[in-house]
């Protein structure tokens, strides 16, 4: 039994995820057997992943990755991976996602999802205000994905390794029991004075956020329902045009790279950074803590896309509550000391949405009636589990 919703899905040669305005309005199966929902392209011809050894598999998913890295020396191959950072300092982080905990392949493409697997991880090469260089993928996988799915995936892993200029330099894949898990290792390099960490914000530094917040999470909401309803009633035909901005950020969300090289532009030192995955009241927290800093957040200041509003009124939520706590937005938050406002006051990048205080005078939200409140970390994960 299979569900038809109009979904935005894109053709990979047209590089669909550079260029948002210009998507292509396919059809995207829900459906109760998950097999058939990872697939552009229905009905074709399946492969067993027992055809391939471990090693004839990551051959045939990689056999297109090219180096095109000066850092890369050796790429997959050998025994590992070689790099020349050429003496700058190197960062190195790690993301894992698991089916059933991180993603759910009745509305998620195989594609999208190898694409975001690689975002989370550049988001926190990003995040030190470093360049990401390359990548390492590994996965564990059931025999009941065909090697089609796998392509699928790596199909999204390659439009990402492309369009942000990493290579993909190793990995390793193994079986598993029941879901997928993906796990990326994401390298970058920046000079020893331009690396920012969590811990550098100072008394009256300003507290700024990139983009806008929220939608992610509503375009999670969306979909949870249209799955409901799709339970209730497989004929139903639901009109996703207006929710098309939340889910392509739910779904494609795209990492700040931009937001490095401007820094570096605009001459903006961060005194510290980190990205926004789970929620900006528990990024600002951490900010906060590990800085050993108060803060005063204003409520009014919080940049929302018009569709995160109105999509929150339709679903009786509270905006700034969604701000604060839905997460994956892959969002920059950051602060800059009090004198380098100038540079980026009117840039439509960058919003200033409160100061960092003493610690003794702690961590607030002001609201838009002028009432202080405690800045409450509750992220994602808490929201998911009260819903
Ligand atoms: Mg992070």
């Given at each position: 039994?299979?569900?038809?919703?109009?979904?935005?899905?894109?053709?990979?040669?047209?590089?669909?995820?550079?260029?948002?305005?210009?998507?292509?309005?396919?059809?995207?199966?829900?459906?109760?057997?998950?097999?058939?929902?990872?697939?552009?392209?229905?009905?074709?011809?399946?492969?067993?992943?027992?055809?391939?050894?471990?090693?004839?598999?990551?051959?045939?998913?990689?056999?297109?990755?090219?180096?095109?890295?000066?850092?890369?020396?050796?790429?997959?191959?050998?025994?590992?991976?070689?790099?020349?950072?050429?003496?700058?300092?190197?960062?190195?982080?790690?993301?894992?996602?698991?089916?059933?905990?991180?993603?759910?392949?009745?509305?998620?493409p195989l594609k999208h999802l190898g694409y975001k697997a690689v975002m989370v991880n550049l988001s926190d090469v990003y995040a030190m205000n470093a360049i990401p260089h390359q990548i390492t993928v590994s996965f564990?996988?059931?025999?009941?994905?065909?090697?089609?799915?796998?392509?699928?995936?790596?199909?999204?892993?390659?439009?990402?390794?492309?369009?942000?200029?990493?290579?993909?330099?190793?990995?390793?894949?193994?079986?598993?029991?029941?879901?997928?898990?993906?796990?990326?290792?994401?390298?970058?390099?920046?000079?020893?004075?331009?690396?920012?960490?969590?811990?550098?914000?100072?008394?009256?530094?300003?507290?700024?956020?990139?983009?806008?917040?929220?939608?992610?999470?509503?375009?999670?909401?969306?979909?949870?329902?249209?799955?409901?309803?799709?339970?209730?009633?497989?004929?139903?035909?639901?009109?996703?045009?207006?929710?098309?901005?939340?889910?392509?950020?739910?779904?494609?969300?795209?990492?700040?790279?931009?937001?490095?090289?401007?820094?570096?532009?605009?001459?903006?030192?961060?005194?510290?950074?980190?990205?926004?995955?789970?929620?900006?009241?528990?990024?600002?927290?951490?900010?906060?803590?590990?800085?050993?800093?108060?803060?005063?957040?204003?409520?009014?200041?919080?940049?929302?896309?018009?569709?995160?509003?109105?999509?929150?009124?339709?679903?009786?939520?509270?905006?700034?509550?969604?701000?604060?706590?839905?997460?994956?937005?892959?969002?920059?938050?950051?602060?800059?000391?009090?004198?380098?406002?100038?540079?980026?006051?009117?840039?439509?990048?960058?919003?200033?949405?409160?100061?960092?205080?003493?610690?003794?005078?702690?961590?607030?939200?002001?609201?838009?009636?002028?009432?202080?409140?405690?800045?409450?970390?509750?992220?994602?994960?808490?929201?998911?589990?009260?819903?």
């Open positions: 039994m299979v569900l038809k919703i109009i979904l935005i899905e894109v053709d990979l040669k047209f590089g669909f995820l550079e260029h948002l305005p210009c998507f292509e309005v396919i059809c995207l199966n829900f459906a109760v057997n998950k097999a058939e929902v990872m697939f552009e392209n229905k009905g074709e011809s399946r492969t067993s992943l027992s055809e391939y050894g471990e090693f004839g598999l990551i051959d045939h998913l990689t056999e297109n990755f090219k180096i095109t890295q000066e850092t890369t020396i050796k790429g997959i191959g050998d025994d590992a991976a070689v790099l020349d950072f050429k003496g700058e300092k190197v960062v190195v982080t790690t993301d894992m996602l698991v089916e059933g905990v991180h993603f759910d392949l009745s509305y998620m564990a996988v059931s025999n009941r994905f065909p090697v089609e799915a796998l392509e699928e995936l790596y199909a999204g892993i390659e439009l990402a390794a492309a369009l942000y200029k990493v290579d993909v330099v190793g990995g390793d894949t193994s079986s598993s029991t029941s879901g997928l898990i993906i796990s990326v290792t994401a390298l970058g390099s920046a000079n020893g004075e331009e690396i920012v960490y969590r811990d550098g914000a100072g008394v009256n530094d300003l507290l700024v956020v990139t983009g806008d917040l929220g939608a992610a999470y509503m375009g999670l909401q969306v979909l949870e329902r249209e799955k409901e309803v799709f339970k209730v009633n497989p004929q139903s035909q639901p009109d996703l045009d207006p929710y098309t901005y939340l889910i392509e950020r739910q779904l494609k969300p795209e990492a700040r790279k931009d937001i490095p090289p401007l820094f570096r532009a605009l001459g903006v030192q961060p005194t510290s950074m980190i990205d926004i995955s789970d929620g900006l009241s528990s990024e600002t927290i951490h900010i906060c803590k590990r800085s050993k800093k108060g803060v005063y957040l204003y409520e009014e200041k919080i940049p929302l896309d018009p569709a995160v509003i109105s999509v929150c009124e339709e679903f009786q939520l509270d905006s700034t509550t969604i701000a604060l706590s839905g997460g994956e937005d892959y969002e920059l938050l950051f602060t800059i000391a009090q004198t380098d406002y100038e540079k980026i006051k009117g840039n439509p990048n960058f919003t200033v949405i409160g100061h960092i205080a003493e610690e003794s005078e702690g961590m607030h939200l002001i609201t838009r009636a002028n009432q202080k409140i405690p800045l409450i970390a509750r992220g994602w994960n808490a929201m998911r589990e009260n819903d």
